[in-house]
Nanobody, 111 residues
C-alpha cells in the first residue's frame, strides 16, 4: 500500500523559509510525476510544483523563483524548499504521487 507522509510545516514570519519533506513508502518514483499542492479553507486545492515524468519541473506562477521542488529517488522523498514566504502562502500543503495524497502539513506565514 502506498503511503505519503509530509513533514516540515510550521509557523514562519514573512520573508522566511521552510523545507517540506514527503516520505513515500510502498512505491518507487520511477518516471511517475510527483508534486506538491496546497489548499486553504473554502478554496479548491491548487497545484504548486510538479516534477513531470521524473525529470522536468514546473511551477505555478505565484511561486516561481521562490519555491524549488526536488526528489531523492534513493530515499523515496519529495521536497519543497520554500523561500521568501508570504502570508498568502499560508495553507495546508500536500504531496502527491499518482492517485495518492499525503495527509498534509500546515504552513502558516505571519506578517
Amino acid at each position: 500500500q502506498v503511503q505519503l507522509v509530509e513533514s516540515g510545516g510550521g509557523l514562519v514570519q514573512a520573508g522566511g523559509s521552510l523545507r517540506l519533506s514527503c516520505a513515500v513508502s510502498g512505491a518507487n518514483f520511477g518516471h511517475y510525476s510527483v508534486g506538491w499542492y496546497r489548499q486553504t479553507p473554502g478554496q479548491e486545492r491548487e497545484w504548486v510544483a510538479v516534477i513531470i515524468g521524473g525529470e522536468r519541473t514546473t511551477y505555478a506562477e505565484f511561486v516561481k523563483g521562490r519555491f524549488t521542488i526536488s526528489k531523492d529517488d534513493a530515499k523515496n522523498h519529495i521536497y519543497l524548499q520554500m523561500n521568501d514566504l508570504q502570508p498568502e502562502d499560508t495553507a495546508v500543503y500536500y504531496c502527491t504521487f499518482p492517485n495518492y495524497w499525503g495527509q498534509g502539513t500546515q504552513v502558516t506565514v505571519s506578517s
